[in-house]
C-alpha cells in the first residue's frame, strides 16, 4: 500500500515549522486494494447493519439497559407569524 500522509495549515501552506498551528490532516491512498482487504476483515465479525437509526441506537445501548421515558403532553400550536 502506497499512502502519504502530510498537514496542511489553514493558510494552505505546508506545516514543517512546528509552529503548533491548527493544520488539516490529508491521506491519499494510491492503491485501494490493501485498504479495502483490511475493512472486509474487520467488518467481517461484525453483525449486519440495521435498516433503520432506531434499530441502530437500540442495538448499540441495549447492553445498558432500558429506559422509560414518560409521556409529555403537548400544547396546542401557536398561531404563525403573519410577517405583515
Partial sequence: MMATVRCRTMDGSDQDDGAGEWC??????????????ILRDVLAGQPAPA????EAIQRRFQRFGGVEV???????LREPPTFE
Avoid: C, H, K, Q
Wanted: proline share 16%; no cysteine.
Fill in 24 to 37: 488539516v490532516g490529508d491521506l491519499t491512498i494510491r492503491n485501494l486494494d490493501e485498504p479495502r482487504l
Fill in 51 to 54: 435498516s433503520d437509526l432506531a
Fill in 70 to 76: 414518560p409521556d409529555v403532553p403537548r400544547e396546542p
